[in-house]
């Protein structure tokens, strides 16, 4: 019933930047966290970024100081702003929702935007 809907993937050259955004709908109440994951070929899907209910984030290791996530958890929309974009970034960008924080467990996905890096 609830749908996260994402945009904002495409085609960019190295050095480049992109910004997905995900909004939910219906509006979920009392989410623990939004985040971002993402899937390349042939591997498994990885953490990018979360955001919590309180504001704090984290992130992969992989896109410290280029990726920075935002959002209104209340409002149930994220954004996801990638700088410096390397062709190790092409993967396919998934929305997530938590609806109780330290669940272990991702309750809504997106479909995915495909997000390629190339010159």
């Known amino acids: 019933q609830v749908q996260l809907v994402e945009s904002g993937g495409g085609l960019v050259q190295p050095g480049g930047s992109l910004r997905l955004s995900c909004a939910a709908s219906?509006?979920?109440?009392?989410?623990?966290?939004m985040g971002w994951y993402r899937q390349a070929p042939g591997k498994e899907r990885e953490l990018v970024a979360q955001?919590?209910?309180?504001?704090?984030?984290v992130y992969a290791d992989s896109v410290k100081g280029r990726f920075t996530i935002s959002g209104d958890i209340v409002k149930n929309t994220v954004y996801l702003q990638m700088n410096s974009l390397r062709s190790e970034d092409t993967a396919v960008y998934y929305c997530?929702?938590?609806?109780?924080?330290?669940?272990?467990?991702?309750?809504?996905w997106g479909q995915g935007t495909q997000v390629t890096v190339s010159s």
């Open positions: 219906p509006i979920i109440p009392n989410i623990g966290f």
């Open positions: 997530t929702v938590q609806k109780r924080l330290g669940s272990g467990v991702n309750d809504y």
């Open positions: 955001i919590y209910n309180d504001a704090a984030t």
